[in-house]
């Protein structure tokens, strides 16, 4: 078993968990800028994000000074320390690093009509520097940070006003950054925008009106926004096509992992059910059109997809060229109310007696990782790119200023000797990103010391710390891992 010559290895980062210096270069404030942290919650609590109000974020807003609180604001300065961290990366011997560029560093309100030209100067010194590392950009265009000012005025991605103003943002990023970015992505986990609609989507749940039966309308107001952005999804494709025709664009899929938790045909049928809805957002991207079956039971649960002229062909014209994945965790499904249910990534299932679960609840399937990509492949038969997986967990410092984390290792070794077994079976794929290669803010619990990376950040939850990196043991690991192509995980 073996990893294909120009296997890409790496991490993930995103903008607004990393980069901090949120008043910095002109930065307008997205919707994670109001995304708090509750000090002295149980760790293991399940807590997403937190709901948002009109009044809850002009509060926030009317302090823009206040870090403590609000940690994505400061994320762990990556802003300033992007050349010491890529340093560290390439010495890992990373060749690819995910990275997303915020749209608010360009576009402060997202309806300017010319570029910060700070911003720009900022992703073009990083992506230079990555260049000169030898390490591949994978950029994603969104990811969960729109513009807190969309947000505010039109629901952001519910009104489809929201579109040309995007495409002004893609169009600049080709423009600017096109020569030096080969592999692009849409939307982060554009799935997740039915789970945590103000994050992903920019929807503040009171200003959506009631459907006319007098119930709520969110739902109806995230499959609304969903659309719209596959809608942007297909036009950034073109474009790039159109601009950089050897370019790469993909989406990118919330990988729940959902297995049936009894073979009672009810629960089968369940999980089918589960599984129908996520992979609705693949299909629509790679295939080009929305599948039959999950329009008929989205009319059956009342939603209706705002088609206008145009759409159904833009789409079809238009699919992703690969298909990339974030996969943490499994979960199972169950008709029984009273099944016992555990935190994953954004979301809630059965709990699985026959897997381990990290300290925040998320259990723990490298088979399933094997069972996804094979999956993924047999269903759409295009190139697939793993880019995040990883375990948070908390990691102490030694006094001679060492971090060992053998369960850190232990968790990627397992890893990826499933995703070599899928390689060997046939599955075509580009490469992996762990999330992330560095601590930095969790997006689910707006904490630091759920700690994800090879390398450690000196800050607690409420932002004290040095900022000072060190290596962990798992990054010597993950090194030698790189230098055999996956070869060597002893």
């Known amino acids: 078993m073996a990893l294909p010559d120009g296997f890409l290895w790496g991490g993930a980062l995103a903008a607004n968990q990393a980069e901090g210096a949120w008043k910095e270069g002109g930065r307008g404030p997205a919707v994670t800028d109001v995304n708090t942290f509750k000090p002295g919650a149980d760790p293991k609590q399940y807590a997403i994000h937190h709901v948002n109000t009109v009044e809850s974020i002009r509060a926030a807003l009317a302090d ?29 011997g990373f060749t690819v690093l995910r990275v997303s560029i915020a749209w608010t560093r360009l576009y402060p309100t997202g309806e300017e009509l010319e570029p910060n030209e700070e911003g720009i100067a900022f992703y073009l010194g990083l992506f230079e520097e990555m260049r000169r590392l030898g390490i591949e950009p994978l950029v994603t265009l969104a990811h969960y940070d729109p513009p807190l000012h969309l947000a505010l005025k039109n629901n952001a991605w519910v009104d489809r006003g929201i579109l040309p103003l995007f495409e002004r943002f893609v169009r600049t990023c080709f423009e600017r950054f096109g020569h030096l970015v080969t592999y692009w992505l849409s939307f982060n986990e554009i799935d997740g925008i039915i789970r945590h609609p103000f994050t992903s989507g920019g929807i503040i749940e009171e200003k959506v009106p009631p459907l006319a039966n007098g119930e709520s309308g969110l739902e109806q107001a995230c499959y609304t926004a969903l659309h719209h952005q596959f809608v942007a999804s297909a036009a950034a494709t073109k474009l790039l096509h159109e601009m950089f025709p050897e370019s790469q664009m993909g989406c990118m899929l919330t990988m729940l992992t959902t297995y049936p938790n009894t073979c009672h045909p009810d629960d089968v049928a369940a999980t089918q059910e589960k599984e129908r809805l996520l992979y609705l957002c693949t299909d629509v991207q790679a295939d080009g059109a929305y599948p039959r079956l999950a329009l008929n039971l989205l009319a059956r649960q009342g939603v209706t997809i705002p088609f206008e002229e145009g759409d159904a062909e833009l789409l079809a014209a238009h699919p992703v060229d690969y298909i990339s994945f974030s996969y943490y965790m499994s979960m199972t ?6 099944a016992e249910r555990t935190p994953g990534n954004t979301i809630l299932g059965v709990k699985n007696p026959f897997l381990p679960s990290s300290e925040w609840g998320w259990q723990i399937d490298p088979v399933g990782l094997r069972i996804s990509l094979i999956d993924l492949y047999d269903r759409y038969n295009k190139p697939l790119f793993i880019v995040e997986n990883g375990l948070g967990m908390r990691d102490e410092v030694t006094p001679d200023g060492r971090i060992h984390d053998p369960y850190r290792i232990d968790y990627f070794r397992a890893h990826f000797e ?6 060997d079976e046939g599955v075509d794929l580009l490469g992996y990103t762990s999330w992330s290669p ?20 000196d800050m607690d939850d409420l932002g004290n710390g040095t900022l000072e990196r060190r290596r962990k043991d798992s990054f010597f690991w993950y090194q030698k891992v790189i230098a055999s192509n996956g070869a060597d995980l002893s």
């Open 333 to 338: 499904e169950s008709v029984n109310p009273d």
């Open 64 to 92: 823009p000074d206040e870090l403590t609180y609000y940690p994505k604001r400061r994320g762990i300065d990556f802003y300033h320390r992007y050349p010491e961290d890529l340093a560290l990366f390439a010495e890992m």
């Open 438 to 457: 560095i601590d930095f803010i969790s997006a689910s619990t707006s904490q630091i010391t759920k700690r994800y990376g090879f390398i450690h950040v």
């Open 418 to 423: 499933e995703m070599i077994r899928a390689v």
